[in-house]
C-alpha cells in the first residue's frame, strides 16, 4: 500500500545477531502495528502503538522490541533471543477512527545465515 | 480471542471462471477486511466491509455480521488473480485499540 515503506526489503542475519526493521508511514495515521508471516500462514500479531512513546505486546512478542519515538516510525527489533526469526514482517498502520481500514507496507523478508 | 476460518484452503480455476471464498469468524466484529497477498508477498486491501455489500470491477464482497460470515467473489478470474486471499477481523484490545485477526487464507491459482 502507498504511504508505508518497509526498509529492508530482504535482510539476513547470523545467528546472536540482533537486527532491525524500519517502517515509516506518511499517512499521518496514529496506530502502527507489526505483524509476522510464516510460509503457507496467515498474519499473527507482534506489536502495536496506538501512540508515540507507548506501544503494547501482541500475541507473539518475545524476541521482538519495538520504540516509536515519532508518530512516522515504528521500528522492530528482532533480538537474537528470537530462536527461529527467519519469516516475513509486515508493519502495518491505521487512521484514529477504528472505522477505517488497515494498510499495510511491502514486507520484509528475514532469513537466517 | 476471536477465530477466523476460511475455505476452501486451496481452489484451482482455469482463466473465466468464477469463485467463492468464505470467511466464518466466531464472534459478532465491528470489522472486516479482505485482502489479496501476491506472488511477491504484497497485502493488497480488497475490502474494508463490516456488514453489507460492496463491489468492486470484478469483485465483491458481501458480509452477514449476524451470521458471522463473508464470502468473496471473483468473476471471469484472471490469471493475475493467483495468490493467496486473506480475510481478517477487528478484535478490541486494551486501550481501545483494534487488532487484525487473520485467517489462514485461501491460495487461488488462476490457469491460462
Not at chain 1, 14 to 19: D, I, P, Y
Not at chain 1, 41 to 70: P, T, W
Request: glycine share 8%; with cysteine.
Amino acid at each position: 500500500d502507498g504511504g508505508i515503506t518497509q526498509s529492508p526489503k530482504y535482510l539476513f542475519r547470523k545467528e546472536g545477531q540482533n537486527v532491525t526493521l524500519s517502517c515509516e508511514q506518511n499517512l499521518n495515521h496514529d496506530a502502527m502495528y507489526w505483524y509476522r508471516q510464516d510460509p503457507g500462514q496467515g498474519l499473527r500479531l507482534i506489536y502495536y502503538s496506538q501512540i508515540v512513546n507507548d506501544f503494547q505486546k501482541g500475541d507473539i512478542a518475545e524476541g521482538y522490541s519495538v520504540s516509536r519515538e515519532k508518530k512516522e516510525s515504528f521500528p522492530l527489533t528482532v533480538t537474537s533471543a528470537q530462536k527461529n526469526p527467519t519469516a516475513s514482517y509486515l508493519c502495518a498502520s491505521r487512521g484514529r477512527n477504528s472505522n477505517q481500514p488497515q494498510h499495510f507496507g511491502d514486507g520484509t523478508r528475514l532469513s537466517i545465515l | 480471542g476471536i477465530q477466523v476460518e476460511q475455505s476452501p484452503p486451496d481452489l484451482i480455476l482455469q482463466e473465466g471462471a468464477n469463485s467463492t471464498l468464505r470467511c466464518n469468524f466466531s464472534d459478532s466484529v465491528n470489522n472486516l477486511q479482505w485482502f489479496h497477498q501476491n506472488p511477491w508477498g504484497q497485502l493488497i486491501n480488497l475490502f474494508y466491509i463490516p456488514s453489507g455489500t460492496k463491489q468492486n470491477g470484478r469483485l465483491s464482497a458481501t458480509t452477514v455480521a449476524t451470521e458471522r460470515y463473508s464470502l468473496l467473489y471473483i468473476s471471469s478470474s484472471q490469471t493475475t488473480d493467483s495468490g493467496v486471499y486473506f480475510c481478517a477481523v477487528d478484535e478490541s484490545v486494551i486501550q481501545g485499540a483494534q487488532k487484525l485477526v487473520f485467517g489462514q487464507g485461501t491460495r487461488l491459482t488462476i490457469n491460462p
